[in-house]
């Protein structure tokens, strides 16, 4: 089938890529004439395993095309994507004056039926929105050309985006139409072979389903973030409970890790949004609103325990960071945990040096050049002769420390774990304090105050 793409972000590149590998002819579309003139040559704007290939290899195949001419845009595709990005504003809610301007330019140049699909995650009522805006444009034209607008969201789990696209749990569409459905069938048939995946409903429920599976998967994470901050309360370790509820098959193993919180470009932002039209609409939504202000809180744990620590004595101390993207296998730095951390140790007057496999160029452009944030080679260059080490991203690479190493190399041997990688016993048992999430605090307090103890009789 002919394609088009409108937006070359993260969602409308890796659709795009994907769909040309299965053999649609797809061009793609964006306005940062920059980004296309990067993408003819082979360059690709974001990190994502596998994306890279499938670009260069479909480019050359004559199957892949990046321009900013959206007349040629909306001429190519039968079904015209719209995944252009939908910011957060300042109150929360989506910021859709991308999607508006892409209806209004297909309004503009549309000349023959389109199927008009709704990618990027917008509020629900976006699809009648984006129908209206290109039917006022149409008319102002005179002219009169026939199109339907769908929704049809994506569920990309950053890292393992083209994977998650090869090879969906389901793909939904949402519209009443049966030439809509008939289209986007033919579309996804690569991907919907063994058994049909490709669910139509109502395009409200449609829009609204994505914002549900979020907020769903980011209550989880608090849930288990809170039940952690008790378990420390309490002297249990929230791992054992974490085995224990998961293998009920009503709860499941997926997404009940408890952590620094959830970040990235979804979440936060979804459950936010979400609360805010619900706001809008007449409805509290409690439990959103909780599920938000736990995860503000549960940021700010790593600092907590490394003050802890530290009895608050950071001013003056360097502490090291492994890992500071939102999750592995990305350098998406967007509400990372890391950065509440980062923002707190500088604030307090220490300093802090760094090791992510692979943002520390994305760290760099947030933060920019400054004397109390060192960018390491590695992970080792950045723990010695640290006051503390902060594991902020679980890397394969952090799974594996070198206990005696670092205890030899760190300053003070403290280990903050926001990811609950290592064993609190056999940590303990290579002479470092180490203070992870949710795992029994009461033995923690005591192992503080004595190595605080000690510390202060090394210093006299
Ligand atoms: C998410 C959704 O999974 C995806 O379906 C949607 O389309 C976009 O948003 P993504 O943001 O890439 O994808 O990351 P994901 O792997 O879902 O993790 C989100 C955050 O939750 C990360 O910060 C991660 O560390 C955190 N997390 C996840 C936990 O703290 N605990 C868990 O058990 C799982």
Known sequence: ????????????????????????????????????????????????????????????????????????????????????????????????????????????????????????????????????????????RGSNVEFDVCSNPEFLKEGSAVEDFMRPARIIVGTSSQRVREAMQECYAPYNRNHDKLMTMDVRAAELTKYAANAMLATKISFMNEIANIAEHLGADIEQVRRGIGSDPRIGYHFIYPGAGYGGSCFPKDVRALAKVAHDHGHQPELLDAVESVNERQKDQLFAKLSLALDGEIKGRRIAVWGLAFKPNTDDMREAPSRALLESIWAAGGTVSAFDPESMDETRKIYGERADLVLAKNADEAAKGADALVICTEWKQFRVADFEWLRQNLRNPIIVDGRNLYDPERVRQQGLLYLAIGRGDSLRQADVKSMQAERKRNVA
């Open 1 to 140: 089938m002919q394609l088009t793409i409108f937006g070359t972000g993260y969602v409308g590149l890796v659709t795009a890529a994907c769909l040309s590998d299965v053999g649609h002819n797809v061009a793609c579309i964006d306005i940062d004439a920059s980004r296309i003139a990067a993408l003819n040559e082979g360059k690709i704007p974001i990190y994502e395993p596998g994306l890279k290939e499938l670009v260069i290899r479909n480019a050359e195949a004559k199957r892949l095309s990046f321009s900013t001419d959206s007349a040629h845009g909306v001429r190519h595709g039968e079904i015209i994507f719209i995944a252009v990005g939908t910011p957060a504003m300042e109150d929360g809610s989506a910021d859709v004056r991308y999607v508006q301007a892409v209806a209004d330019t297909i309004g503009k140049h549309i000349e023959s039926y389109k199927v008009i699909v709704n990618k990027s995650t917008v509020p629900v009522g976006s699809a009648e929105m984006v129908d209206a805006r290109i039917r006022a444009v149409l008319n102002a």
